[in-house]
């Protein structure tokens, strides 16, 4: 099948079975790969009610058809699983180089199952395939990890690693790769910490087939060309998505002090430039990109220096403003902290950020946190607040579950500055002044993430007043993002530095064979977006309109200060955005599709389960 | 030979043209440059591709190597693949694929260097003309 | 003195009053924040400015003859 290596390898960690499935051409044509496959695999195999802790639960990695392939950085791998976050479908993508070496070693995806008896990992050399006892790789950092099997077993070899955040089931920890990318959200660190697998190694040596390689190669170098030739390619380069960080505070979005304020007064010491001139060493790249925003650093604290892939905007926004530090050197060391526990750095800022409002309101006091000062602007109490939660110890344990979780135990009132949307913490755009990205919080899939629709420009453009119009740019947009992650390759080309997506509508046939539009791809996107959605209808008698909603910060207090002072959102804006987009989406009132919908989708036969269970009408 | 390798980001686009251009395939390791990455130990990237010294003619058995217009080749009829000239090149620039059965090195095609992001492989661009190897 | 401001082609998707080129007449001094004020770009709806090939704060004071690029902010990865 061209585009696709072929092949499914299955793992069972209880009984140590690997099974190779051929990957079918309609699973092939209707999901594309990546979050498709991880959606279509979630809902079919993962049972009802499992425990997202328990064997029962099962790790979906996957790419699509760009990846591995001739054309800008088809990087991306979308790691899938009942997220132990949100206790609804759950999926994370990072890029890197591992998406094209699990193709070239023959497989699309990889499903993992069950818990080993012991620590271990996943060997996948081509063929050969072998769930090894990972010895005293557990209990290591996610990065010492990584260096340690590179150094066994060569550079070659691609390699995830979790680290002791992972191992200890944080239900917000990470799964690292390639020193400094992780697959961060929802806690797919934690689902293979619970499958005792500490690690997934793969090198392969094989040929991805496509349909038409000349016509492939005429569309990609003209791609090629015109990244190198666009003006903004060097600013990339330069500073990555730091870049971000000005921007994002001078128009009120940057999160500050546990989203009480959308700018910061220190925003000038984390901007691109200064990190540039600061702490950078080198760039690094994902696989065949040229935009090469990764950039690894140098960051010392209290005599130690250390060396980390970052930080980006998110962990800059989430660790740097939001904890109030002083300094892109403190965020830095704080972003490899996170990055060797194997912690989220957008959810670990969020819960220190939390843990920090909870000490200087007097909720949890010294008593609670062994002496320890918590407060906004210490790094110290960063540091020491995620150890506490990569251990699960002393104010951790309470942390460790999320900023939902902890305002549960916690209460006075927390919940309302626990800055989440079903269970997962919020991203790195405040958007009290931005109604259509408070709308794309609300109803992403996963919880409170940018990455399905960002559209704060849109607010922007056509007035941060405005309601009408908004639900549908949203929806477009829930559309168009994620299916870069079922095609396996990145958006930042795109979405950046403007490539048109003509380019990737050409990619498609070329790759795949297939004469899919680009719209046809779109509507199998939607087709996702309604499965992920039926797989919280199918887990939650309950579930519906309020889980779609922000915290109360965001509807009581009003932005206290900076370019958006006095703003909030209201009750009845927010009512009016839910409505407008149900109804777009052919979903009742309580945020259900209904069965006509799915059946307009082509999930007939879901629509009858659901409807059997009396979830949808 | 100048490579820039302190240019290099380590996006291995190279290796893909390399496959792309010689072998029709989206397969990096069947290609005649590597980058290897030092990043957890020396903060950088390597760029391991044959100088075209040929040190390997020299080496080899069956006199299955020979230099061209200062381009070292391997010629596929007669290579018995024995991998002499792999243990020999002291650049560790010919590589070996399984599916191929000959080592793969660089023949100054250009394409890698036409298309790398940050210009680091130039030289590689002025060695050749847009020739690839069979 | 004469400035050209162009406007990369994302930014004009996003608002498309805005030509993809303008030719502007400031007066000495003038800044790219005053640019951008002249073409009547909202704040908010740039992001990384270029002035020839060189990436520059919108602080920058302009000469006469300058190209300026306006790149659109980032949009959120």
């Known amino acids: ?296 650093c140098r960051a010392s604290y209290r005599g130690k220096t250390v060396y980390l892939e970052g930080p980006e905007y998110e962990t800059t926004a989430l660790i740097g403003s939001n904890c109030a530090l002083g300094s892109i050197e403190e965020v830095a060391y704080a972003n490899y902290l996170c990055d060797e526990l194997g912690l989220d750095t957008i959810s670990a800022g969020n819960a220190v950020a939390f843990a920090m409002e909870c000490f200087e309101k007097g909720i949890i006091t010294k008593e609670d946190t062994g002496g320890l000062e918590i407060r906004f602007g210490s790094l110290h109490a960063f540091v020491e607040v995620a150890k506490l939660i990569a251990e699960r110890k002393g104010i951790g344990e309470a942390l460790s579950g999320g900023v939902r979780a902890a305002a549960a135990v916690w209460g006075q009132g927390s919940e309302d500055f626990a800055i989440q949307v079903k269970g997962l913490e919020w991203s790195g755009y405040e958007s009290r002044g931005a109604p259509s990205m408070m709308l794309a919080y609300m109803t992403c899939d996963i919880g409170a993430h940018h990455n399905r629709a960002w559209s704060i420009t849109h607010d922007i453009a056509v007035g941060r007043g405005v309601i009408e119009g908004k639900a549908a740019k949203v929806i477009e947009l829930q559309h168009i993002r994620p299916l870069f992650d079922c095609l396996g390759v990145c958006r930042l080309q795109w979405v950046e530095l403007g490539l048109p997506l003509e380019y990737y509508a050409k990619l498609y046939p070329a790759v795949t064979g297939r004469r899919d539009s680009w719209d046809d791809l779109l509507n199998k996107s939607e087709k996702i977006w309604n499965l992920t959605r039926a797989f919280a209808i199918r887990e939650r008698a309950d579930f519906g309109r309020a889980d779609d909603q922000p915290p109360r910060r965001f509807l009581q207090e009003p932005v206290p200060d900076g370019p958006l002072a006095g703003l909030r959102i209201t009750r009845e804006d927010l009512d009016r955005l839910l409505d407008e987009y149900y109804d777009l989406r052919g979903w009742d009132r309580n945020g259900r599709p209904t069965v006509e919908t799915l059946r307009r989708l082509g999930l007939g036969e879901l629509a009858s389960e659901l409807q059997a269970m009396g979830r949808i009408s | 030979m100048e490579i820039d390798v302190e240019r290099c980001t380590g996006c291995k686009l190279c290796q893909l043209v390399c496959s792309v251009g010689n072998f029709g395939e989206n397969n990096p390791k069947k290609a005649g440059i590597r980058i290897v990455s030092r990043l957890f130990t020396e903060a950088r990237y390597d760029v391991v591709v044959c100088d075209q010294c040929g040190e390997c003619i020299e080496a080899c058995p069956v006199d299955a190597i020979s230099m061209a217009d200062g381009i070292v080749r391997i010629d596929p009829d007669i290579c018995t693949n024995c991998g002499i000239c792999v243990e020999t090149c002291p650049n560790g620039a010919l590589f070996v694929h399984p599916e191929v059965d000959h080592p793969i090195k660089c023949v100054a095609c250009g394409e890698c260097a036409r298309l790398c992001p940050r210009g680091v492989l130039g030289a590689l661009a002025q060695a050749g003309e847009g020739e690839v190897a069979s | 003195m004469k400035v050209t401001l162009e406007f990369a082609k994302v930014l004009t998707v996003i608002r498309p009053e805005l030509p993809e080129k303008v030719d502007l007449d400031l007066p000495e001094g003038a800044t790219l924040e005053d640019a951008l004020a002249a073409a009547g770009v909202p704040q908010g709806l740039w992001g990384i400015t270029l002035v020839g090939d060189k990436v520059c704060g919108t602080g920058e004071r302009l000469s006469d003859g300058d190209r300026v690029t306006v790149l659109p902010p980032v949009s959120g990865g």
Request: charged share 20%; proline share 5%.
């Open chain 1, 1 to 296: 099948m061209y585009g696709y290596a072929g092949d499914i390898l299955r793992v069972n960690l209880s009984t140590s079975a690997v099974t190779h499935e051929p990957l079918s051409e309609d699973l092939a044509s209707e999901y594309i790969g990546g979050r498709g496959f991880g959606a279509y695999f979630a809902y079919r195999e993962i049972p009802a009610g499992a425990d997202p802790l328990g064997p029962a639960n099962k790790l979906i990695v996957a790419s699509g058809p760009f990846a591995g392939v001739f054309l800008p950085s088809g990087a991306k791998t979308s790691l899938s699983a009942k997220s132990p976050a949100t206790g609804l479908y759950g999926d994370s993508n990072v890029g890197g180089h591992l998406a094209g070496e699990m193709k070239y070693a023959g497989f699309d995806a990889i499903i993992i199952e069950g818990k080993a008896k012991e620590p271990s990992y996943l060997f996948i050399e081509d063929e050969k395939v072998e769930i090894r006892p990972c010895g005293r790789l557990w209990g290591m950092g996610a990065i010492e990890a990584e260096k340690a099997l590179k150094e066994q077993l060569g550079d070659e070899f691609q390699i995830a690693t979790i680290g002791p955040a992972g191992e200890n089931m944080v239900v917000f920890a990470s799964v690292n790769h390639d020193i400094g990318r992780q697959a961060g959200r929802c806690g797919m660190g934690a689902v293979m910490g619970s499958k005792n697998l500490k690690a997934v190694a793969i090198r392969g040596t094989k040929n991805v087939p496509v349909a038409d390689m000349d016509g492939l190669r005429k569309v990609a170098d003209e791609m090629f060309t015109a990244l190198m030739a666009n003006p903004a390619l060097k600013a990339w380069q330069d500073q990555g998505l730091a870049q971000v960080t000005t921007w994002s505070n001078s128009i009120g979005a940057l999160p500050t002090r546990n989203f009480h304020q959308n700018s910061y007064e220190n925003a000038e010491s984390f901007s691109g430039e200064r990190m540039r001139r600061e702490i950078v060493v080198r760039d690094k790249a994902c696989f065949a990109c040229p935009m090469a925003t990764g950039k690894f």
